[in-house]
């Protein structure tokens, strides 16, 4: 069931459920059962089981409590290249 929102004068916005498109254009506030106007917002589109999301609250969440890293990187498994060759035709190419 979709939520809707209303914006009531004297209090605040609140949230209510009704079936698809047969919520009212005011609704009581739930507070001081004033008569809110309904309003236009963003939909809350469900974002259960997206690896997306969980990325993004992962960063979220490490911007202000970053974790701690205990350990090395794995290795790629890569020898490491040697910084010089040793054959005798590469003497011959021009250095920078």
Do not use: W
């Not at 916005?13 to 498109?21: A, D, L, S, W």
């Not at 589109?45 to 409590?65: C, M, N, Q, R, W």
């Not at 974790?67 to 005798?88: A, C, E, F």
Request: proline share 12%.
């Amino acid at each position: 069931m979709p939520i809707y929102e209303y914006r009531c004068a004297r209090c605040s916005t609140f949230e209510v459920h009704h079936p698809m498109g047969a919520a009212p254009d005011v609704e009581s506030c739930p507070v001081c059962r004033t008569p809110s106007k309904r309003r236009i917002s963003a939909p809350n589109i469900s974002h259960a089981g997206s690896a997306a999301v969980k990325l993004i609250d992962a960063t979220a969440l490490s911007a202000s409590e970053p974790q701690v890293v205990t350990s090395r990187l794995p290795s790629s498994g890569r020898k490491k290249s040697q910084p010089y060759t040793r054959n005798p035709l590469h003497r011959k190419l021009p250095r920078p």
